[in-house]
């Protein structure tokens, strides 16, 4: 039971080995695939598609690819079906020499993902190759007092092909006086040796022709012949003898070229030509024999070319020291290639992304790097490194392959461009480092909105300008790039005094120059806000807005106009002294401003000195008492100035009358109705008609009313006038006349024929300082 149940553990170990097992390669993406050696190009391997889950499309649009470790390519993938096909004739020996399993190594790199599968592919042997000899003929010699039992060692057959296809035996035939013996290498590699069976007769036989024949275990087998002659010397009694059978030694990869490795030496006891001993490599490879020299004299080993622990390693000589009489001995030379920090490590971009998106998140695959180093140990352990400053890492991937990915987002708008180097350094002393610059560019998305250059702008812009005057431009700029940085301007909807605001401005949508659609009157608008929004051109596009304030500027476009007085004529008393109120010009100026502001001066006066007028009141006063030796008839011109640029004026006329009565002045106010030559004349005389048949209606209810009131008692309007038919001015007048308006007042009653000749003045009040008379209401 308990043996049982050991045997059942096992088994579960056994399969839980091979899930786990099966799992890491599922994990890291290893294929493993077969195929033999000299197929032609195109032959199956395997279906990688299917083994990865890849889709056909990627494969058709070129989204995957084989990367050959080494600079040879040897396998593809048929972009149609997806599976991996040989790329070339595959010759195993060639490329694996003498390695018992040949097994070849490429990556799947699926660009898209940035993702790297490994295959390996076991190069299968076919048995192509026959055993062969070195020298299809060799010759020995042998003295004829040499003993039976002695062994020789002969050239061996090489067979490059592996297993059962390999050398397997040897076969010797064609004299009894020699036999074969076999002995095993220290890699396990036979070794043959000629064995003397019966002593030798030189009288008998002087040469001895044997062959050597050596055989692999192939379906069918190949055979390789050697021809071996021995000659049969007269005596030589001692033989050379190496001072070791074995020479190990142990040399650094980058000895120079010349230097002498190691000396072997072997003597012989016999003087004379037998004595002398000659060396020779018995056994060598050919790169070996490349690399080394034997001085046939000395036995000084000394190196040729430059070694490289890369490519070969280790090295097994065999030296042949030969006397005169071609007795001979063997030795082996054993030499260790030490590995030397001589190779930099090599750093290659296999697949790289050309550009990012700026939005592209954290761990976002933009390359995959290879690195190796083909030295030995520390000096091939690899450190691969990005700056920090860099936002981007290093992660390993399979193997020897690093990914390099995002390690924060990313802005475009403040770097545009990356050249990010990757820098892979060895575990030497000095260290030797290779680096990898990978160019990046930044893609652009629409993340920023235009900006104005001011989130408010004013204009001003002069009145009466021309249809198409630019007002002011404005201008955002978007911080982003192309398209997304493209700014449109238009209007945002709004209304000026009940108009669209289109009908008003217009926006130029490329340079957002703000154009006047009329001309504008300051009298009728004299500021409006216009709002202007800028779009970018991205998708979903972005959009900022600014306020456009613009003022309206006033133009000295508008003359004074004068409202008071109207044309007719005003009475002065004589008796009026400095300072008498005659008249207040009443002017205004539709513009503002400076151009609104007014000033008033006397142009034509038939007595300078008699009047004045206010500068800014517009009051027309007494400059002087009136004299008796003034003019009765006063006609002044008054001119109305803005202030603008250049100035406009108005005038206006008044005809004052000097008399101390209204009797003395109703003459020359008569004159002056009769000859006056007033613009309007057909309107003075529609409303003189309309003023009559109104008197004539008024002067009939008057007499109708008369007539039922006068039983009752003297009428009111006899009262009136038996009364005093004047009026006093109330006794507080301004203290100055220069400035503000006199305020008067009249009481006027009127009897039927007699309104005019009943009038009169009122004695001028006492001389008072800066006090004014009275203005009756026909000159006011």
């Known amino acids: 039971?308990?043996?049982?149940?050991?045997?059942?553990?096992r088994r579960e170990r056994a399969l839980l080995w091979c899930v786990l097992v099966a799992a890491w390669e599922a994990a890291w993406g290893q294929l493993r695939y077969s195929v033999p050696e000299e197929m032609p190009k195109g032959s199956f391997v395997g279906d990688v598609a299917k083994d990865l889950g890849l889709e056909l499309p990627a494969l058709r649009d070129g989204g995957v690819r084989i990367l050959d470790r080494g600079r040879t390519q040897y396998?593809?993938?048929?972009?149609?079906?997806?599976?991996?096909?040989?790329?070339?004739?595959?010759?195993?020996?060639?490329?694996?020499?003498?390695?018992?399993?040949?097994?070849?190594?490429?990556?799947?790199?699926?660009?898209?993902?940035?993702?790297?599968y490994g295959i390996e592919v076991e190069i299968t042997d076919i048995n192509d190759n026959a055993p062969s000899f070195r020298e299809a003929e060799t010759e020995l010699r042998m003295s004829e007092t040499t003993a039976p039992g002695s062994r020789f060692p002969l050239a061996e057959a090489h067979d490059p092909d592996s297993g059962r296809n390999s050398l397997q035996s040897y076969e010797l035939s064609g004299d009894e006086h020699f036999s074969l013996g076999v002995q095993a290498g220290p890699g396990g590699d036979q070794r043959p040796e000629l064995v003397l069976a019966k002593a030798l007769d030189r009288e008998e036989a002087a040469f001895h022709e044997l062959v050597l024949r050596a055989s692999d275990g192939g379906e069918p087998a190949r055979t390789g012949t050697a021809r071996i002659r021995v000659a049969v010397l007269d005596a030589n009694d001692n033989a050379p003898v190496f001072s070791q059978a074995e020479y190990t030694l142990r040399v650094p990869e980058d000895v120079p070229v010349g230097s002498t490795l190691v000396t072997v030496t072997a003597t012989d006891a016999d003087e004379g030509i037998y004595g002398r001993v000659k060396y020779s490599f018995h056994?060598?490879?050919?790169?070996?024999?490349?690399?080394?020299?034997?001085?046939?004299?000395?036995?000084?080993?000394?190196?040729?070319?430059?070694?490289?622990?890369?490519?070969?390693?280790?090295?097994?000589?065999?030296?042949?020291?030969?006397?005169?009489?071609e007795l001979f001995d063997t030795a082996k030379v054993a030499i260790t290639v030490t590995d030397v920090n001589d190779n930099a490590p090599e750093l290659t971009v296999s697949s790289s992304l050309s550009a990012i998106s700026e939005d592209a998140p954290p761990g976002t695959v933009v390359a995959l790097l290879h690195v190796q180093d083909r030295d030995s140990g520390a000096n091939g352990e690899v450190r691969c490194s990005i700056a920090e400053r860099l936002p981007f890492q290093l992660e390993k991937s399979f193997?020897?392959?690093?990914?390099?990915?995002?390690?924060?987002?990313?802005?475009?708008?403040?770097?545009?461009?990356?050249?990010?180097?990757?820098?892979?350094?060895?575990?030497?002393?000095?260290?030797?480092?290779?680096?990898?610059?990978?160019?990046?560019?930044?893609?652009?998305?629409?993340?920023?909105?235009?900006?104005?250059?001011?989130?408010?702008?004013?204009?001003?812009l002069p009145e009466n300008n021309a249809a198409g005057a630019l007002v002011l431009t404005v201008r955002a700029a978007d911080a982003d790039w192309g398209q997304n940085a493209r700014v449109r301007y238009r209007l945002s909807e709004g209304r000026v005094r009940g108009a669209p605001l289109s009908s008003y401005v217009s926006v130029q949508a490329e340079t957002g120059a703000l154009y006047a659609?009329?001309?504008?009157?300051?009298?009728?608008?004299?500021?409006?806000?216009?709002?202007?929004?800028?779009?970018d051109g991205g998708a979903p596009a972005r959009s900022s807005t600014a306020t456009v304030r613009v003022f309206v500027l006033d133009r000295n476009d508008n003359a004074p106009r004068v409202l008071w007085p109207a044309a007719g004529a005003g009475v002065v008393p004589r008796s009026a002294e400095a300072g008498y109120l005659v008249a207040k010009v009443v002017a205004v100026d539709a513009d503002a401003g400076r151009n609104a502001w007014l000033s008033y001066e006397l142009v034509q006066a038939?007595?300078?000195?008699?009047?004045?007028?206010?500068?800014?009141?517009?009051?027309?006063?007494?400059?002087?008492?009136?004299?008796?030796?003034?003019?009765?008839?006063?006609?002044?011109?008054?001119?109305?100035?803005?202030?603008?640029?250049?100035?406009?004026?108005?005038?206006?006329?008044?005809?004052?009358?000097l008399a101390e009565s209204l009797q003395e002045a109703l003459p020359e106010l008569s004159e002056r109705a009769a000859g006056a030559d007033s613009p309007a004349e057909l309107q003075f005389y529609l409303v003189l008609a309309l003023a009559l048949l109104s008197a004539l209606?008024?002067?009939?209810?008057?007499?109708?009313?008369?007539?039922?009131?006068?039983?009752?008692?003297?009428?009111?309007?006899?009262?009136?006038?038996?009364?005093?038919?004047?009026?006093?001015?109330?006794?507080?007048?301004?203290?100055?006349?220069?400035?503000?308006?006199?305020?008067?007042?009249?009481?006027?009653?009127?009897?039927?024929?007699?309104?005019?000749?009943?009038?009169?003045?009122?004695?001028?009040?006492?001389?008072?300082?800066?006090?004014?008379g009275m203005c009756i209401a026909a000159c006011c």
């Open 1 to 9: 039971m308990c043996a049982a149940g050991r045997r059942w553990g």
């Open 75 to 116: 396998f593809a993938l048929h972009g149609k079906t997806g599976h991996l096909v040989t790329a070339k004739r595959i010759d195993r020996e060639q490329v694996c020499e003498s390695a018992q399993r040949c097994v070849l190594r490429c990556e799947v790199i699926v660009e898209g993902e940035m993702q790297v």
């Open 283 to 325: 056994k060598i490879s050919d790169r070996s024999s490349k690399l080394f020299n034997l001085d046939s004299e000395s036995g000084q080993i000394s190196l040729k070319e430059d070694l490289d622990f890369e490519e070969i390693s280790s090295h097994e000589l065999e030296v042949q020291a030969r006397d005169g009489g």
């Open 399 to 460: 193997e020897d392959y690093y990914r390099v990915v995002t390690a924060r987002e990313l802005d475009r708008e403040e770097v545009a461009e990356y050249n990010v180097t990757v820098r892979a350094a060895d575990g030497g002393s000095p260290a030797l480092w290779s680096s990898a610059v990978l160019a990046l560019r930044v893609l652009d998305v629409n993340d920023n909105a235009p900006v104005f250059a001011e989130a408010r702008y004013s204009a001003r």
């Open 517 to 535: 659609l009329r001309s504008f009157d300051y009298e009728e608008v004299r500021e409006f806000a216009v709002a202007v929004r800028a779009q």
């Open 606 to 657: 038939p007595e300078p000195a008699l009047f004045r007028v206010g500068l800014h009141s517009g009051e027309v006063r007494t400059a002087r008492a009136v004299s008796e030796r003034d003019a009765a008839k006063q006609r002044l011109v008054a001119v109305v100035k803005d202030h603008g640029q250049p100035a406009l004026s108005a005038t206006a006329t008044l005809h004052v009358v």
């Open 697 to 772: 209606f008024l002067l009939s209810v008057a007499l109708a009313v008369l007539a039922r009131v006068r039983r009752a008692g003297p009428p009111a309007v006899l009262r009136c006038l038996g009364a005093q038919r004047f009026s006093v001015a109330g006794a507080a007048f301004p203290a100055d006349f220069c400035e503000g308006t006199l305020p008067y007042s009249y009481n006027l009653c009127v009897a039927p024929g007699r309104a005019v000749a009943e009038g009169a003045w009122l004695p001028p009040p006492p001389p008072t300082p800066n006090r004014g």
